[in-house]
């Protein structure tokens, strides 16, 4: 996850760099139930509204829980298809906010109402995101369900009303590019706490949905609002948490747009800022992110499922995550990672990682090869080519 808001705080504040951070173990993002109520375009976990087979127990998401604590996980991410679908979801929640996890809620909205709202205060979440593809005729038409777009409005007014922690999480593609100034003033408007923006991962529906992708001149308008809009707030005291996802390029784009913005006068800053960045490191799949799917099959992240490192039924993930010798983690862990092309000679290695690998991997079958999806220029990346592009813009966009 790239942080804008935080870094433009200390940006503002002109905090000096922390040393780099390890963390003790990584964020899981556990979807708990594959099932869901909606059918939507961009689902990576390709859920539908059915039973699943082969999900985990009461008993074997505790066990899980407990081994987690000892792989030193400090967050849980409750996911799907739907988390409040599953019957069981605050006894989880209350086992592991117990064991001292941050835990947050991933839903689309629509199941929360004024019948589940006291129970979802009383799990005491420390963030419940609400996905939010754009205005209401997009988002309905996304998410193949007429409605559904009130009905998230409804479930964030409710968790404000309560108290809750909240925030809203869009996918940008090419469609839903020109609903974004309009969904950041609904944040604004129902005094949201955060927002997240997710970059179209190719894997699950997703990856058969690449060429609606948004192209990389929008990409770079979309993430330029999203910087605008944090500084903006950090100006005026608003306390708002803008945040992105699997686009690494976003953390070279943020430090040329301070650049340019801010120019010569805060060269100070703007070298702290790139330490922090260097420090952040970009991609953290296999590193700092893990994922636990509906099964136990335990991922690099997200976006990996198909590919399996073991499943908690059998396995401990401590040991797993610890000990792994498998060779996609073992690249995943190297320092810099063992990427080609544009991405190997890039001036920004550093700071983004090489990106996500997912796409790579889709594009080409080589999860090494430079990542389709970065939308900087050659020019920008300090890689010289003899044919140069102004918008490189290959077949699909990020």
């Excluded at 019948?115 to 209401?136: C, F």
């Excluded at 009130?150 to 609903?179: H, P, V, Y």
């Excluded at 997703?206 to 330029?224: I, L, P, Q």
Aim: glycine letters at 8%; hydrophobic letters at 35%.
């Amino acid at each position: 996850m790239f942080r804008i808001s935080q870094l433009l705080k200390t940006f503002h504040q002109d905090l000096p760099a922390n040393k780099a951070h390890k963390m003790p173990g990584p964020v899981v993002i556990w979807n708990l139930i594959r099932r869901c109520n909606l059918r939507c375009q961009h689902c990576y976990s390709t859920s539908l509204d059915i039973d699943f087979k082969d999900e985990l127990s009461t008993a074997q998401v505790k066990a899980t829980i407990d081994d987690l604590k000892v792989a030193q996980v400090p967050v849980l991410i409750f996911s799907g298809g739907e988390p409040l679908l599953r019957p069981d979801i605050f006894e989880i929640t209350a086992y592991a906010k117990a064991k001292g996890f941050y835990v947050a809620l991933s839903t689309n909205g629509t199941l929360i109402n004024e019948d589940n709202i006291e129970q979802i205060k009383a799990a005491d979440y420390q963030y419940v995101g609400i996905s939010i593809d754009g205005l209401e005729d997009f988002h309905d038409e996304f998410r193949r369900q007429k409605g559904c777009f009130q009905e998230s409005m409804k479930a964030i007014d409710l968790c404000k009303a309560a108290g809750i922690k909240i925030g809203m999480r869009l996918c940008l593609t090419r469609d839903n590019f020109a609903d974004l100034p309009k969904v950041l003033d609904l944040m604004e408007e129902k005094k949201v706490d955060k927002f997240y923006l997710s970059h179209l991962n190719y894997s699950g529906r997703g990856k058969r949905s690449a060429e609606n992708d948004a192209m990389f001149k929008m990409t770079k308008a979309a993430m330029e609002m999203l910087f605008q809009r944090a500084w903006s707030h950090i100006t005026q005291g608003i306390e708002t948490d803008f945040v992105t996802g699997n686009n690494d390029a976003d953390g070279p784009f943020l430090l040329q747009w301070v650049k340019r913005e801010f120019g010569d006068k805060y060269a100070g800053r703007i070298a702290n800022l790139e330490q922090r960045l260097i420090n952040w490191g970009g991609n953290a799949s296999g590193v700092n992110v893990a994922n636990i799917d509906n099964t136990g099959t335990i991922h690099p992240d997200t976006y990996w499922w198909g590919h399996a490192l073991g499943n908690v039924k059998n396995d401990k993930f401590s040991e797993i995550w610890k000990n792994t010798q498998d060779p996609l983690m073992l690249g995943f862990r190297e320092q810099p990672r063992p990427v080609k092309g544009r991405c190997r000679a890039c001036q920004y290695l550093a700071i983004c990682g090489g990106n996500t690998r997912t796409r790579a991997f889709a594009q080409t079958g080589d999860v090494w090869a430079e990542d389709p999806g970065c939308y900087l220029t050659d020019a920008e990346i300090g890689v010289e080519t003899k044919q140069q592009s102004a918008e490189h813009i290959p077949c699909v966009a990020l």
